[in-house]
């Protein structure tokens, strides 16, 4: 008994060749993609803008802005708190965004190892 692919699958080396040729081009995007998430910078704030962080794609913080009304050498506590917040939501932001990104050209296949 012969084994029937669905339509689409096997065709013979011409649409094998097109199925290389295709996730290479796929592969191309993608890499062309990641060089481009990794150094968009996004700026996220915390505190109602005290704490404001730039971090890029590639998830290297580049920059940290406190307002001096933040700045109070009796309560260290909350400043801290504030950077970690704005360092984490950064963090979020990236990886939500990168993974939209990726997501375009992917269509939606959830290729382990990725992200």
Known sequence: MKARLPKGMGGGPSNMQAMIKQAQKMQEDMENLQTEL?????????????VTVKIKGNRELVSVNLSEDIVDPDDIETLQDLIIAAVNEAIKTVDNYN??????????LNVPGLM
């Open 99 to 108: 993974s939209e990104e990726m997501g375009k050209i992917t269509s939606g």
């Open 38 to 50: 990794d150094e968009k910078e996004h700026e996220v704030s915390a505190g109602g803008g005290a």
